[in-house]
């Protein structure tokens, strides 16, 4: 058998940093898992993510998830101004909203919806979009319906 198959240095700490690798790597998960719930935590508390995405870290704490979220969307026009429902892939895009209401995620929903209406030869002027959540009183279990986020577009 031969005795020479690790590099030479592995015997010698000066000279090789395979030893430091092989001690810092059983702690890579650990710092990974810490910032992941750092970051969902500060998007849960700050941006409105709900708590069962981004991480999952809090997600039996709370019952702000997708079934208590809601979105409501508002079109005015020519000689027209209503609230629509969503359909097909507009219902996509719009529970990737509910979830986490960003800029980004409220302006690629608006987006689509323009060109649904347009395809449907449905001018739209604005549109308004709102996200809301239902929370249960503490004792009485009573529900409410608080306002998380608004955004409004304009052609």
């Not at 997708?66 to 020519?78: E, L």
Request: include cysteine.
């Amino acid at each position: 058998m031969r005795n020479y198959i690790l590099p030479a240095c592995y015997h010698r700490l000066s000279s090789c940093r395979t030893p430091v690798v092989g001690k810092t790597l059983p702690y890579v998960p650990a710092v990974f898992l810490l910032v992941v719930a750092c970051v969902q935590i500060y998007l849960a508390e700050t941006a409105n993510l709900t708590p069962w995405k981004g991480g999952g870290f809090g997600m039996f704490s709370t019952t702000d998830g997708i079934s208590n979220r809601s979105i409501r969307v508002y079109v005015s026009g020519p000689q027209r101004s209503e609230e629509i429902l969503l359909e097909g892939k507009l219902q996509d895009l719009a529970a990737r909203a509910q979830l986490f209401p960003g800029n980004s995620q409220l302006e690629k929903l608006a987006r689509e919806i323009f060109k649904n209406q347009q395809s449907k030869k449905l001018p739209i002027d604005t549109l308004r979009i709102e996200v809301w959540r239902t929370e249960y009183g503490k004792s009485d279990l009573h529900p409410t319906q608080h306002l998380l986020r608004k955004f409004a577009w304009r052609r």
